[in-house]
């Protein structure tokens, strides 16, 4: 049995078109939406969508995308053998989900198809490494990330097939229910980098994590974060702090360069801060 879990916070709208467009896909037998303890009365909305295949329930507080979807994976852990995490802004054909699903075998951990734009062009990156210590100096500066790519698979890795990946975006996969860690999202991590940390556990529990390059969804990307952080100033420096909490949780670094890392994120900051003005402004 397939579910699915879908997060919403103070966006109905698109979670009511998402649940309109997979509740009569025969693949998933069971959805649950989590309404992130929305300050609108989304909740009262999505309970009318409720029947025995749909179910909605609201988390105490707005603890964050892995939080909410930590709510929705244990609904569901003991109730399904594999668990779609979608983000209600994402669009597919009922044909990838069961790729997605056939494409499991006792080594693999998730499995995700090709991101695409509205445009249907790639979304970048399409997968990346485990960040290193030293890709948190190069990523966090736009210049440096923008120079070096650092995590980025070469080009013509991701070219057709299936391929082993470290991480995936974390806008729609599937993921077994039976090496679910007792909670899979990171709760320090309030948005973004979620995916790192997910790529990282299954990576050091010699576990695959596959990408279907010839199966793909559209993400109408940020549609959801957009409406509750409407500035990319605001949204990169939640990613910066997201980041340096992968790091923290992740490794075991010495106080030092912990230090280190934590006086380069506030100095890198004016960098992103700068460059970001220049060009929303």
Same mark, same amino acid.
């Given at each position: 049995?397939?579910?699915?879990?879908?997060?919403?916070?103070?966006?109905?709208?698109?979670?009511?078109? &998402?649940?309109?467009?997979?509740?009569?896909?025969?693949?998933?037998?069971?959805?649950?939406?989590?309404?992130?303890?929305?300050?609108? +009365?989304?909740?009262?909305?999505?309970?009318?969508?409720?029947?025995?295949?749909?179910?909605?329930?609201?988390?105490?507080? +707005?603890?964050?995308?892995?939080?909410?979807?930590?709510?929705?994976?244990?609904?569901?852990?003991?109730?399904?053998?594999?668990?779609?995490?979608?983000?209600?802004?994402?669009?597919?054909?009922?044909? *990838?989900?069961?790729?997605?699903?056939?494409?499991?075998?006792?080594?693999?951990?998730?499995?995700?198809?090709?991101?695409?734009?509205?445009?249907?062009?790639?979304?970048?990156?399409?997968?990346?490494?485990?960040?290193?210590?030293?890709?948190? &100096?190069?990523?966090?500066?736009?210049?440096?990330?923008?120079?070096?790519?650092?995590?980025?698979?070469?080009?013509?890795?991701?070219?057709?097939?299936? *391929?082993?990946?470290?991480?995936?975006?974390?806008?729609?996969?599937?993921?077994?229910?039976?090496?679910?860690?007792?909670?899979?999202?990171?709760?320090?991590?309030?948005? &973004?980098?979620?995916?790192?940390?997910?790529?990282?556990? &299954?990576?050091?529990?010699?576990?695959?994590?596959?990408?279907?390059?010839?199966?793909?969804?559209?993400?109408?990307?940020?549609?959801?974060? +957009?409406?509750?952080?409407?500035?990319?100033?605001?949204?990169?420096?939640?990613?910066?702090?997201?980041?340096?909490?992968?790091?923290?949780?992740?490794?075991?670094?010495?106080?030092?360069?912990?230090?280190?890392?934590?006086?380069?994120?506030?100095?890198?900051?004016?960098? +992103?801060?700068?460059?970001?003005?220049?060009?929303?402004?």
């Amino acid at each position: 049995m397939i579910g699915c879990v879908v997060l919403n916070y103070n966006d109905a709208k698109t979670t009511a078109v &998402f649940l309109k467009e997979i509740q009569f896909m025969n693949s998933i037998d069971k959805i649950v939406v989590v309404d992130n303890c929305s300050t609108d +009365n989304s909740y009262v909305q999505l309970k009318e969508f409720e029947n025995e295949k749909i179910h909605v329930v609201q988390s105490e507080k +707005n603890g964050g995308y892995g939080y909410g979807n930590n709510i929705g994976i244990d609904y569901l852990k003991n109730l399904v053998d594999y668990i779609i995490i979608a983000n209600p802004d994402v669009v597919f054909e009922e044909s *990838v989900v069961l790729k997605m699903k056939d494409a499991f075998d006792e080594n693999t951990a998730i499995v995700a198809p090709l991101t695409l734009q509205p445009d249907k062009k790639r979304q970048l990156p399409e997968a990346w490494k485990v960040p290193t210590v030293k890709d948190y &100096f190069l990523f966090s500066s736009k210049i440096l990330n923008k120079k070096y790519r650092p995590m980025w698979y070469a080009k013509e890795y991701l070219q057709n097939g299936i *391929v082993n990946v470290d991480c995936v975006q974390g806008s729609f996969f599937m993921i077994r229910t039976d090496i679910l860690p007792n909670k899979l999202y990171d709760e320090n991590i309030f948005l &973004f980098f979620e995916e790192s940390c997910i790529g990282k556990y &299954f990576k050091d529990k010699g576990m695959t994590t596959k990408l279907l390059i010839d199966e793909s969804y559209i993400h109408n990307h940020s549609v959801s974060i +957009n409406k509750s952080f409407n500035s990319e100033v605001k949204k990169r420096k939640i990613t910066l702090d997201s980041f340096y909490a992968y790091y923290k949780d992740y490794y075991k670094l010495n106080p030092l360069l912990l230090w280190l890392m934590r006086v380069y994120k506030k100095l890198i900051y004016i960098e +992103n801060y700068i460059i970001l003005k220049m060009l929303y402004n």
